[in-house]
T-cell receptor, first 113, second 112 residues
Framework: EPEVTQTPSHQVTQMGQEVILRCVPI?????FYWYRQILGQKVEFLVS????????KSEIFDDQFSVERPDGSNFTLKIRSTKLEDSAMYFC???????????FGQGTRLTVV | LAKTTQPISMDSYEGQEVNITCSHN???????ITWYQQFPSQGPRFIIQ???TKVTNEVASLFIPADRKSSTLSLPRVSLSDTAVYYC?????????????FGAGTRLFVKA
């Protein structure tokens, strides 16, 4: 079964540092997404990406965040100047078409200390 | 975006059928209804998607009445491994993006 892979599985960073979370979506998918889930809370949408540009973003996705598809396979989320409250599980997902079955990665647990 | 309302939690026993209902009173004409399952420390996993009437796959059935203001996920003969959080999502395939709002979901506890 095809899968979305995310690296690293766990990242610890100091407050104020920049982090890049990496994702390899399923190869024939066209829509890519980032979500986050703070421990014990619900899954929160951050951003969707289609045709090499952001198609939608939530109010959480402010100037601190950016996404990029640097090549044909990777999809990255960059968090500049991390804050303690950025500690969460970050999930990448992809889907073939808009709002069809989305496949989620196993997540990157980000801990900001 | 259509808001969804689900029960916070449900209990069941192994072998029983479980029905989880989701309300989405302001669903729009182009909206589809999708259900996801999430285990602790894992990403959500797609279960089923439908637009109207009934959809069935190898793991679940989705019942959608004619007014589409609610939907029911039916899990036949649950097992302990079905203990998870189940999310109901409503969204439009036609827009340029996928701004999906996950609600609090329904925590299903399956007991032996």
């Amino acid at each position: 079964e095809p899968e979305v892979t995310q690296t690293p599985s766990h990242q610890v960073t100091q407050m104020g540092q920049e982090v890049i979370l990496r994702c390899v979506p399923i190869s024939n998918h066209l829509y890519f997404y980032w979500y986050r889930q703070i421990l014990g809370q619900k899954v929160e949408f951050l951003v969707s990406f289609y045709n090499n540009e952001i198609s939608e973003k939530s109010e959480i996705f402010d100037d601190q965040f950016s996404v990029e598809r640097p090549d044909g396979s990777n999809f990255t989320l960059k968090i500049r100047s991390t804050k303690l409250e950025d500690s969460a599980m970050y999930f990448c997902a992809s889907s073939e078409l808009n709002f069809t079955e989305a496949f989620f990665g196993q997540g990157t647990r980000l801990t900001v200390v | 975006l259509a808001k969804t309302t689900q029960p916070i939690s449900m209990d069941s026993y192994e072998g029983q059928e479980v029905n989880i209902t989701c309300s989405h009173n302001n669903i729009a004409t182009n909206d589809y209804i999708t259900w996801y399952q999430q285990f602790p420390s894992q990403g959500p996993r797609f279960i089923i998607q439908g637009y109207k009437t009934k959809v069935t796959n190898e793991v679940a059935s989705l019942f959608i009445p004619a007014d589409r203001k609610s939907s029911t996920l039916s899990l036949p003969r649950v097992s302990l491994s079905d203990t998870a959080v189940y999310y109901c999502l409503v969204g439009d395939r036609g827009t340029g993006g996928f701004k999906t709002i996950f609600g609090a979901g329904t925590r299903l506890f399956v007991k032996a």
